[in-house]
């Protein structure tokens, strides 16, 4: 969903990425009836009207930001945030934020609440406590983490996994493969 354009009518992997879920989720609330929505007869799809997501989200206390937008928004803290973070721009379909430094990504983190964090852990002591230290603040609980900067370590990427993070994503990589981890790590359905 683009911000020039607002659909009446959304898919379940849409509602997935606005609530933050895998889109399996989305077809279980719409098959119990917590959600309203409907299946496309003769297929297995599912639909919901906006203003029924926007009603559940009301009822569960959840955020309404993300379904005006209905971007997917990704916090890049690397050397080359700012090309990174071009090359996401490019489609249309998230809103990317660079930071340079710990404190400039603290503070982007804060004010955007961001559904994916792509982080360059060769900068890093501590990658592990970085990691539990995000998964610490409320707002940030449900972001997915991604680990960037290996250069084709793979037991460092088995570490990183094992200390939280949602995926690691080995360099050099290019812009389409940053949209596959974010993919990945985020069940989207685009």
């Known amino acids: 969903m683009r911000n ?5 009518i959304l898919t379940t992997g849409q ?4 609530c933050r879920v895998a889109p399996r989720t989305v077809s279980k609330w719409v098959d119990t009836g917590k959600l309203r929505g409907y299946r ?3 297929s297995r799809d599912r639909r919901i009207p906006a203003e029924q997501l926007a009603a559940f989200l009301r009822a569960h206390n959840m955020p309404l930001d993300a379904l005006e937008g209905g971007l997917c928004r990704v916090l890049i803290v690397a050397p080359d945030a700012q090309e ?4 996401l721009q ?3 379909s998230y809103e990317a934020y660079a930071a340079v430094n710990e404190f400039e ?3 982007l983190a804060h ?3 961001p559904h994916v964090i792509v982080l360059d852990v060769t900068r890093l002591a501590c990658p592990g406590e970085t990691c539990r230290n995000i998964r610490s603040l409320a707002d940030l609980q449900s972001t997915r983490l991604i680990a960037a900067g290996i250069r084709n370590e793979e037991p460092t990427g088995r570490m990183l996994l094992a200390q939280g993070f949602d995926l690691s994503l080995n360099r050099p990589f290019t812009a ?3 949209k596959r981890a974010i993919q990945t790590v985020t069940d989207l359905i685009t």
Not at 4 to 8: G, H
Not at 15 to 18: F, L, M, Q, S, W
Not at 84 to 87: E, M, Q, R, W
């Open 176 to 178: 389409d493969d940053l």
């Open 111 to 113: 004010q955007h609440r």
């Open 15 to 18: 509602v997935a990425r606005i």
């Open 90 to 92: 490019g489609d249309g």
């Open 40 to 42: 496309i007869p003769g």
């Open 105 to 107: 990504a603290g503070a």
């Open 4 to 8: 020039a354009e607002r659909r009446d």
């Open 84 to 87: 990174l973070a071009a090359g």
